[in-house]
């Protein structure tokens, strides 16, 4: 399925491990605190649990949303709606 996943996390520190939580998981960076791929329900669980044991519940924020393919089709992107320095080709793919 596929998953956003977004955060505001305080220390840099704990920030860099989630991102590389975010990476293991092969999901992709779209901008600098925001990843999106596909990955399964299983793994999915696995990040959030990962990522519960890393961040300060008091003043981090993550937010993980899956979302089907036909809601991600009616997505709209405004703007430089990805940082052309962080898109993958694996991210321009679900945009095809």
Same mark, same amino acid.
Request: proline letters at 3%; aromatic letters at 4%; a negative charge.
């Given at each position: 399925m596929l998953t956003w996943v977004m955060y @505001?996390?305080?220390? @840099?520190?704990i920030r860099n491990k989630v991102s590389k939580c975010c990476e293991q =998981? &092969?999901?992709y960076?779209?901008?600098y605190s925001v990843f999106l791929g596909e990955i399964s329900r299983t793994k999915c669980k696995e990040l959030s649990c990962q990522? *519960? *044991?890393l961040i300060n519940p008091e003043?981090?924020?993550v937010y993980i949303f899956p979302m089907c393919n *036909? @809601?991600?089709k009616s997505c709209q !992107?405004? &703007?430089q709606a990805f @940082?052309? =320095? !962080?898109?993958?080709? *694996?991210i321009k793919a679900f945009f095809l």
């Open positions: @505001d996390i305080v220390k @840099d520190k =998981a &092969g999901i960076r779209v901008q990522i *519960e *044991e003043i981090d924020r *036909e @809601d991600f !992107l405004l &703007g @940082d052309p =320095a !962080l898109i993958t080709d *694996e």
